[in-house]
């Protein structure tokens, strides 16, 4: 009886896999205040597929690569069972983790590290603190999730939707621009953008006044009991390997990624301390 009802199992375990792995694959690539439409973004993101595909060993039709632009279009897709995939934001990794049962699977490497940190840029002279901050506009393209904001980026010690007024524009550039003129009291960047700004001269007219701790850069998750573990791990070593290789080289260039790497143990421990708390 021990025997048949281990068999029963293994048969079960495998029949799942099987119906998992024969269903389309959706993976959605959700970049949260980008300006680039899903149209502009699709020559893109059927290449990116096309060369993941091959590299896992999914066949032509059993996958489907889907953009978004904005948080909440991200949120919505994932709601479809097809979803097994999701290069998302922190904030919605931290905020769905429970019900999509996301799961890590790679960091993005940028600017030679994977993490990165926030920063409230002010122009120079206007403001000191965060605290002189308060009830003034905070602006850029990153602003459209409060409750982030406030657990993560501010860790606690503020409420960003209440402490300041936060204004979401589709390009950072722009909010930068809008702060040197003093058209806008601050601006929230995260380390690529910094960097960006450092080679215009538009960086000498501004100043941080805040730094977040270091956050990962979260690169892939699966969504568990959506996709089998092996799958997902075939996708892993694919992204892994993709920004050496002479092919792959090109698209990490257009998605401003250096590469990616394998989650650590305990990588995003803190950050779902904070997001807890």
Same mark, same amino acid.
């Given at each position: 009886?021990?025997?048949?009802?281990? @068999?029963?199992?293994?048969?079960?375990?495998?029949?799942?896999?099987?119906?998992?792995?024969?269903?389309?694959?959706? *993976? *959605?690539?959700?970049? /949260?205040?980008? *300006?680039?439409?899903?149209?502009?973004?699709?020559?893109?993101?059927?290449?990116?597929?096309?060369?993941?595909?091959?590299?896992?060993?999914?066949?032509?039709?059993?996958?489907?690569?889907?953009?978004?632009?904005?948080?909440?279009?991200?949120?919505?897709?994932?709601?479809?069972?097809?979803?097994? &995939?999701?290069?998302? +934001?922190?904030?919605?990794?931290?905020?769905?983790?429970?019900? &999509?049962?996301?799961?890590?699977?790679?960091?993005?490497?940028?600017?030679?590290?994977?993490?990165t940190?926030?920063?409230?840029?002010?122009?120079?002279?206007?403001? $000191?603190?965060?605290?002189?901050?308060?009830?003034?506009?905070?602006?850029?393209?990153?602003?459209?999730d409060?409750?982030?904001?406030?657990?993560?980026?501010?860790?606690?010690? &503020?409420?960003?939707?209440?402490?300041? /007024?936060?204004?979401?524009?589709?390009?950072?550039?722009? @909010?930068?621009r809008?702060?040197?003129k003093?058209?806008?009291?601050? @601006?929230?960047?995260?380390?690529?953008q910094? +960097?960006?700004? $450092?080679?215009?001269?538009?960086?000498?007219?501004?100043?941080?006044? &805040?730094? +977040?701790?270091?956050?990962?850069?979260?690169g892939?998750?699966y969504?568990?009991?959506?996709?089998?573990?092996?799958?997902?791990?075939k996708?892993?070593?694919?992204?892994?390997?993709?920004?050496?290789?002479?092919?792959?080289? /090109?698209?990490?260039?257009?998605?401003?990624?250096e590469?990616?790497?394998?989650?650590?143990?305990?990588?995003?421990?803190?950050?779902?301390?904070?997001?807890?708390?």
């Open positions: 009886m021990k025997t048949f009802l281990l @068999a029963a199992s293994a048969l079960s375990v495998l029949l799942l896999g099987l119906s998992l792995s024969a269903q389309e694959r959706v *993976v *959605v690539i959700c970049q /949260t205040g980008s *300006v680039t439409s899903p149209e502009e973004a699709q020559p893109y993101i059927d290449g990116f597929g096309k060369y993941l595909a091959g590299k896992a060993g999914w066949a032509p039709g059993s996958y489907r690569i889907q953009f978004e632009n904005s948080r909440e279009g991200g949120l919505k897709a994932l709601d479809d069972t097809k979803v097994a &995939y999701g290069t998302l +934001s922190l904030g919605i990794f931290l905020q769905g983790e429970a019900k &999509y049962r996301f799961k890590p699977l790679v960091l993005a490497r940028v600017g030679g590290k994977t993490s940190k926030y920063r409230v840029l002010v122009k120079k002279g206007s403001y $000191k603190t965060l605290d002189e901050l308060k009830g003034k506009v905070l602006t850029g393209n990153l602003v459209d409060p409750v982030y904001l406030s657990k993560v980026v501010f860790a606690g010690k &503020y409420q960003a939707g209440q402490h300041f /007024t936060l204004k979401q524009t589709p390009r950072a550039l722009r @909010a930068l809008n702060v040197g003093g058209k806008a009291d601050a @601006a929230l960047v995260d380390d690529l910094f +960097s960006s700004l $450092k080679q215009l001269p538009l960086f000498d007219k501004l100043e941080a006044i &805040y730094e +977040s701790e270091e956050v990962p850069n979260l892939l998750v969504l568990d009991g959506r996709t089998t573990e092996a799958d997902a791990r996708l892993a070593q694919a992204l892994v390997g993709m920004c050496s290789d002479p092919v792959g080289k /090109t698209m990490c260039k257009d998605f401003n990624v590469g990616f790497e394998a989650v650590p143990p305990h990588a995003l421990d803190r950050v779902k301390a904070l997001y807890g708390k």
